[in-house]
């Protein structure tokens, strides 16, 4: 178990739904990263906060928005869905300096249909 | 620009024989690297990490890595697979003096499969 978790476990919605995916970090952790993996994509880097603010900006879809919290959790926005987004989506915490690593969450997999 | 290359898409070996899975990276100074498994249906784990000294860096469930500079390599061995370590293994870099842009940039992973 990482620390890190992440609800809901699986999401089916339609096309042109918005959803969120939440993200909680490891006790400590500052900094939250969300990645999106798919078969033909790979694995692919969204965004990252740290400490409420945004930190680097990766291959995310003006439609995707994040935020984190005060009490540092995150939310991933997910808006005009199409079927390409359907994925896993990530949330990993780490510390965050650049030598630390990451710990990755569970993964929610969202089917847009 | 800062890149990671995971050469190989897929890695067979038998149980009991060594193993190796292959990275080469690129970063305008000295890198931090990372090795990630991911298991079926689960998200990734740390498995080991380069950041200074001893090129050689031992890490979770028996594995290591030999970062060369000279070869721009960091790639991840074990003396005897086991069908248990079969997943998806990714190399990540970092360049620590790459201002703003410091991200994390992963491979593409490397399917492993340990056959008995």
């Known amino acids: 178990d990482s620390g890190v978790t992440q609800t809901p476990k699986h999401l089916i919605t339609a096309t042109g739904q918005r959803v969120t995916l939440r993200c909680s970090p490891r006790?400590?952790?500052?900094?939250v990263y969300w990645y999106q993996q798919s078969l033909d994509q790979g694995l692919q880097f969204l965004i990252q906060?740290?400490?409420?603010?945004?930190?680097a900006k990766g291959n995310i879809l003006e439609r995707f928005s994040a935020q984190q919290f005060p009490d540092l959790h995150s939310e991933l926005n997910l808006s005009s869905l199409e079927l390409g987004d359907s994925a896993l989506y990530f949330c990993?915490?780490?510390?965050?300096?650049?030598?630390?690593?990451?710990?990755f969450g569970p993964g929610t997999r969202l089917t847009v249909l | 620009a800062q890149s990671v290359a995971q050469p190989e898409d897929q890695v067979n070996v038998a149980e009991g024989n060594p193993l190796t899975v292959k990275c080469t990276y690129s970063?305008?100074?000295?890198?931090?690297l990372f090795w990630y498994v991911q298991y079926p249906n689960r998200g990734l784990q740390f498995l080991l990490k380069y950041i200074t000294g001893d090129n050689l860096v031992k890490g979770s469930y028996g594995f290591e890595a030999e970062f060369n500079k000279s070869q721009t390599s960091f790639h991840l061995k074990k003396p005897s697979a086991l069908v248990s370590d079969s997943a998806l293994y990714f190399c990540?870099?970092?360049?620590?003096?790459?201002?703003?842009?410091?991200?994390?940039?992963w491979g593409l992973g490397t399917s492993l499969a340990v056959n008995p």
């Open positions: 990993a915490s780490s510390a965050g300096g650049a030598y630390n690593e990451q710990f």
């Open positions: 990540a870099v970092r360049d620590p003096i790459a201002g703003n842009n410091r991200k994390l940039i």
């Open positions: 970063v305008s100074g000295n890198p931090y």
């Open positions: 906060y740290y400490n409420g603010e945004e930190r």
């Open positions: 006790s400590g952790d500052l900094s």
